[in-house]
């Protein structure tokens, strides 16, 4: 029977398709996009956001977080009542605006980021995080057609306007791009936790791994979204009580 080589013929062509494949270091545009996706989402990005808790650190000495159950309660509430409503909303706006390099609607998304900060330290963290990733975008991507649409926002890009249209620029789709961004933003709060409450971090994997689980709920609920809103009033008051607190190792 010819059955055997056959077969033999086939697992030896199969093999070397895969090593062709595999040796001729090519990367799709998939794969980059997913490669810069992670590069956006990445704690090391250097934007400085691992030195902002946004209002963590303030529900800490207020009692209100302080062991890992409560801490998951707080930062799941921050993912669907301030990421998933407002954060995420103006990033896939300001993605769509990178896409068409529409500068009046990127202008419109920033007057209302900045606008509804609460608090003068949650504005410094949308301004200073949108300029530090600015500066990146003009270092790694100085080619992207939004950044000069980006360079006019006064008196600063926002934080999630910025990473919006740095997503846009890398050629990623916008619910990946949302994904990515959120996943950024909880493991930044989750090490925020792991230092404030204090936990260990076994249980700040847990942690995380709850608010992944929350993460794609958190994504479609800002592209359903018809427009942003900002309205988390708890939050809103522990982040102004940490302007005053007197002793903190966060800027919010």
Known sequence: MCTAPAAAMTIRTTTATITATTTT???TSTDGALLHLLWLASPALPVG??????GLEAAVDAGLVHDEASAGDWLLNQLELVQARAELPVAAAAHAAALALDGEKLARLNAWLL????????LQQAQQMGRSLLVWMRGLVPD???LPLLQRLRPAPGWSVVMGCAAAARGAAVQPALTAIAFGWAENLVQA??????LGQTAGQRLLARLVQAIPAAVEAALAAPEPMAFAPLLGIHGARHETQYSRLFRS
């Open 49 to 54: 956001g691992f030195s902002y808790s946004e």
């Open 193 to 198: 936790a792991v230092r404030c409450v204090p």
């Open 144 to 146: 992207a057609a939004v």
């Open 115 to 122: 606008q509804t900060r609460e608090t003068s330290e949650s």
């Open 25 to 27: 270091g090519m990367t």
